[in-house]
């Protein structure tokens, strides 16, 4: 379970270029402890991040979205487990 009351980091990657936007969050959910999150901001559904990290991170992903579009979206990912 991840804790809503920790304040978030919120990452808009919606200036950031494409290459490096999915090593920004990757690295970012790794320094995460169980129970931390942020939050991705983003022009476009970030659902192939969400594949990516169920490969990579099996069983330790909290992800809720907050708006889905049509211009932004915002994503909840936390951490649940090690």
Not at 2 to 16: M, N
Not at 21 to 37: A, Q, V
Not at 43 to 60: I, K, T
Request: glycine fraction near 6%; hydrophobic fraction near 40%; proline fraction near 9%.
């Amino acid at each position: 379970m991840c804790s809503a009351l920790v304040p978030e980091r919120t990452i808009d990657v919606r200036h950031i270029t494409a290459p490096m936007r999915h090593s920004l969050i990757f690295d970012t959910f790794e320094r995460l402890t169980p129970g931390e999150g942020f939050q991705i901001v983003n022009d476009h559904d970030p659902w192939p991040l969400f594949s990516r990290f169920h490969v990579a991170h099996p069983g330790e992903l909290g992800w809720d979205y907050r708006e889905e579009g049509p211009d932004v979206w915002r994503v909840r990912v936390c951490r649940t487990a090690l």
